[in-house]
């Protein structure tokens, strides 16, 4: 099992520049989540979807940040612009029904600067 | 609003001696609980799990115990190993639907 792969790992950007990050799920697993973390407020839940369809993203922070599920297998959360405070490890996650236990991937870790 | 926490943000244990790492949670709906252990520059791993209709359940060197009249969760690791060392989260939610909710972490630092 490959688990949750995401892409970047790492990513350097300038404030005022769109950020895109990426998300393959677990093969099966109906559920995604986005969640960001931070030393101040630790692991947040950003946004989450079933079955390709975002159910809950109270937890985004403002309009400059955007999820979206295509398909099974893949998911972007996008940041446009970029800001300083942005800069946080945002982790991908996925579950199977009644997404008990998350199984998270290694992380994007992104600055900007 | 409701929220998990840890007593003890980090915990220096000798290598081959027991720990444990400690949560309390303040929801008392909550049904599911779960311990994630995080790496450096890693993501959260799921060590273990329990539901609320047990008390105890163990694992490989790992035993989950939960309270339920004073609302404390307890991760005891036997044998603390070197790869031990990590932040260790509990984790709480209430209910099919609702949230997974994290605690601020407890860093494990395991001495030789």
């Known amino acids: 099992d490959a688990g949750v792969i995401q892409s970047p790992r790492h990513e350097v950007t300038e404030m005022g520049q769109e950020v895109t990050l990426r998300c393959k799920p677990i093969?099966?697993?109906?559920?995604l989540f986005w969640y960001r973390q931070t030393m101040m407020r630790g692991l947040e839940l950003l946004i989450y979807?079933?079955?390709?369809?975002?159910?809950?993203d109270s937890g985004m922070p403002e309009d400059r940040f955007s999820a979206k599920m295509p398909n099974a297998s893949f998911s972007t959360l996008k940041i446009q612009p970029s800001e300083p405070r942005d800069s946080a490890v945002y982790f991908c996650?996925?579950?199977?029904?009644?997404?008990?236990?998350?199984?998270f991937g290694e992380g994007s870790w992104l600055t900007v600067v | 609003g409701e929220s998990v926490g840890l007593h003890l943000p980090t915990l220096s244990v000798q290598e081959g001696d027991n720990s444990i790492i400690n949560c309390a949670y303040s929801n008392s709906a909550s049904d599911y609980f779960i311990w994630y252990k995080q790496e450096s520059g890693k993501g959260p791993q799921f060590i273990i799990d329990?539901?609320?209709?047990?008390d105890k359940r163990q694992g490989q060197r790992v035993t989950v115990l939960l309270n339920k009249t004073v609302k404390h969760l307890s991760l005891q690791i036997a044998a603390t190993q070197p790869g031990d060392s990590a932040v260790y989260f509990c984790a709480e939610k209430a209910g099919t639907a609702s949230k997974l909710t994290f605690g601020t972490g407890t860093r494990l630092q395991v001495t030789l």
């Open positions: 979807f079933n079955n390709n369809v975002p159910i809950d």
């Open positions: 093969s099966g697993h109906d559920y």
């Open positions: 996650a996925s579950s199977l029904p009644p997404w008990d236990t998350i199984y």
């Open positions: 329990i539901r609320s209709n047990m």
